[in-house]
């Protein structure tokens, strides 16, 4: 799998949208990105993947370069409850395997 | 989403003891599960692939003989993690993978189980 870069730490303020950034400037052709995430001591949550084109769900939005080598997660209203540390993994879409990066603690406030 | 359990969710026992973790997947069947075991701020990191009927795929550096792995079932996977020391205190997390007829496999996560050896 593509080694993913993403900053170790960022604020947003309540109500606003949240940018979290990840690089992947290795990623091989049929390698999506996925994003998860994981509220304090509670199992990682699956929020959203993409290939090539920007996806939207519920959730969230995610944007991919057209490159493919950069991609950022937009929650549009941040909330308190979305405070959580955001990982970026880049993998072949059948492959089983996850592997988590350090990720992103993303700490919203008030 | 589908829902993953795992049972029980925290455990306290004393060294040298055993302590089984049960992960069940509650409303699809997964052929395949994968064990996380997770420290105070860091990353998950994979400890093991169970398959359903055979034996688990562990990871390098990971003991196959100290974390006995069972997946018995198409719902259900335990780990034992035998003759605990207090460096075995961890978060344990386990995942079920659901194949999807399209290309993206989905992993579905278990709440985690907070293991502390005294």
């Known amino acids: 799998d593509a080694k993913t870069t993403q900053p170790t730490s960022m604020d947003c303020a309540e109500g606003r949208a949240a940018n979290l950034p990840c690089n992947h400037s290795?990623?091989?052709?049929?390698?999506?990105v996925y994003w998860y995430r994981q509220i304090h001591s509670q199992g990682p949550q699956y929020i959203i993947h993409?290939?090539?084109n920007n996806e939207t769900n519920e959730m969230a939005s995610l944007i991919i370069t057209e490159d493919r080598k950069s991609s950022t997660l937009i929650l549009p209203h941040a909330t308190l409850r979305d405070t959580a540390v955001y990982y970026c993994i880049v993998r072949i879409g059948s492959a089983r395997q996850l592997t988590f990066g350090s990720g992103t603690q993303l700490t919203v406030l008030p | 989403g589908a829902v993953v359990s795992q049972h029980p969710s925290w455990v306290i026992c004393k060294s040298g003891t055993s302590v089984k973790i049960e992960c069940r997947s509650l409303d699809f069947q997964a052929t395949t599960m994968f064990w996380y075991r997770q420290f105070p701020k860091q990353s998950l990191m994979l400890m093991a692939t169970s398959n359903e009927g055979s034996k688990a795929t562990y990871e390098q550096g990971v003991e196959k003989d100290k974390f006995l792995i069972n997946h018995a079932s198409l719902t259900l996977s335990t780990l034992t993690v035998t003759s605990a020391h207090p460096e075995d205190s961890s978060f344990y997390i386990c995942?079920?993978?659901?194949?999807?007829?399209?290309?993206?496999?989905?992993?579905?996560f278990g709440p985690g189980t907070r293991l502390t050896v005294l």
């Open positions: 290795t990623i091989s052709g049929n390698e999506y």
């Open positions: 993409g290939l090539k």
């Open positions: 995942s079920a993978h659901r194949p999807r007829t399209s290309t993206h496999n989905e992993q579905f």
